[in-house]
């Protein structure tokens, strides 16, 4: 079975979050750098529902699992 691609713009809309280029760069910059003992889904700043969306993505190795770790690492990188 083939998997969809998925943009990194369709992660933050799946999340119920703002999706253009300008909030997820703010988005990102507000909440980085994640500490290295935080796993993305257990970070904070996430709903209860987008939390399970993360995790449950991750662990499936879903459709979505490429741009969700695409998302961890933009969160751990250097702000700037």
Do not use: C, Y
Not at 61 to 78: C, M, S, T
């Amino acid at each position: 079975m083939e998997k969809s691609f998925h943009r990194f713009t369709d992660l933050f809309a799946q999340l119920g979050l703002p999706s253009d280029p300008a909030s997820i760069e703010t988005f990102v910059r507000n909440h980085s750098p994640l500490p290295d003992d935080v796993r993305l889904a257990d970070a904070p700043f996430w709903t209860a529902a987008q939390s399970a969306l993360l995790r449950e993505e991750i662990l499936e190795d879903a459709d979505w699992a490429e741009v969700v770790d695409q998302l961890n690492l933009a969160l751990r990188g250097p702000v700037g």
